[in-house]
């Protein structure tokens, strides 16, 4: 059976001059659009489609990619708002609708919310909620040290960077550990550094066993992090004003930037350092 708001392998069942249909089991025959149907595509053939609902809530079948599917979190941009709800582009020719009720606050045309994608059981439409607390943290972490994990960071606090841990729980990277600018929305691995006690889950970003970066080096990062990822100063800057900005020699500070670059943390551009 087609899941609605999902990724489907489906069979062509047979061609029309404005598309073709496909075996969605208990959806009976889905429509897809003469302007999604692959080139040579013929009855028999099996075809990777995302389904979801027409304007007339009927399901339908495209090879356009949205932003997200049914059981994920995205940072998206509202294209409208109405006198029922708002409406947010995700990357397919029908919006995504938001009623409402599942707003946090009222949601304006051009703002960015971070909305969690699902399947409303009255309607059958897949719809988003910008409420995403109550979608989260709702089954115990079983996760393994040094588990690796798919990350969506939701924001930055005093301690850190929180993120969503494979679309089921919220995980913190605490700042001491990151050494490049995050934003809310991005999508990054990373690893479970651990579970604690109260079920939180603690995370880092690079592999295990990845090389330390050393006190100077964090230190220097976390400079260009506080200046927007971008410094004025670089190995052929002189040692006053190498001394001015991180408090080390000439030196110390060669060393140091020459080996984030090797960890292709930073690039040395002639102007100065910048954060990759």
């Given at each position: 059976m087609a899941e609605i708001g999902k990724y489907n392998t489906l069979r062509v069942v047979k061609e029309v001059d404005f598309g073709v249909y496909l075996d969605g089991g208990t959806h009976g025959e889905i429509l897809m659009p003469a302007k999604y149907v692959p080139a040579g595509c013929q009855p028999g053939d099996e075809v990777t489609v995302f389904v979801y609902t027409d304007s007339e809530d009927r399901p339908i079948c495209t090879t356009e990619t949205p932003l997200a599917t049914v059981g994920e979190f995205a940072l998206l941009r509202v294209k409208s708002v109405t006198s029922i709800g708002a409406f947010l582009n995700w990357g397919l020719l029908k919006d995504l609708f938001v009623p409402f009720n599942e707003q946090k606050a009222k949601m304006r045309e051009g703002g960015k919310y971070l909305v969690y994608v699902y399947l409303d059981d009255e309607s059958g439409r897949v719809v988003a909620s910008a409420k995403i607390e109550k979608f989260l943290d709702n089954v115990i972490?079983?996760?393994?040290?040094?588990?690796?994990?798919?990350?969506?960071?939701?924001?930055?606090?005093?301690?850190?960077?929180?993120?969503?841990?494979?679309?089921?729980?919220?995980?913190?990277?605490?700042?001491?550990?990151?050494?490049?600018?995050?934003?809310?929305?991005?999508?990054?691995?990373?690893?479970?550094?651990?579970?604690?006690?109260?079920?939180?889950?603690?995370?880092?970003?690079?592999?295990?066993?990845?090389?330390?970066?050393?006190?100077?080096?964090?230190?220097?990062?976390?400079?260009?992090?506080?200046?927007?990822?971008?410094?004025?100063?670089?190995?052929?800057?002189?040692?006053?004003?190498?001394?001015?900005?991180?408090?080390?020699?000439?030196?110390?500070?060669?060393?140091?930037?020459?080996?984030?670059?090797?960890?292709?943390?930073?690039?040395?551009?002639?102007?100065?350092?910048?954060?990759?």
């Open positions: 972490p079983t996760y393994e040290i040094n588990q690796e994990v798919s990350l969506m960071v939701i924001g930055e606090t005093d301690l850190g960077y929180t993120a969503i841990v494979n679309n089921l729980h919220t995980g913190l990277l605490y700042a001491s550990e990151v050494f490049e600018y995050l934003e809310p929305g991005q999508r990054i691995t990373g690893y479970v550094k651990k579970v604690r006690e109260d079920e939180k889950i603690d995370l880092i970003l690079h592999k295990p066993g990845y090389e330390k970066i050393d006190k100077i080096s964090s230190d220097i990062l976390d400079v260009i992090r506080k200046n927007g990822g971008f410094i004025p100063v670089n190995d052929k800057s002189d040692a006053e004003m190498i001394y001015d900005t991180f408090g080390i020699s000439k030196k110390s500070f060669k060393k140091a930037i020459g080996a984030l670059y090797k960890q292709r943390l930073i690039v040395i551009e002639a102007e100065g350092v910048r954060l990759v």
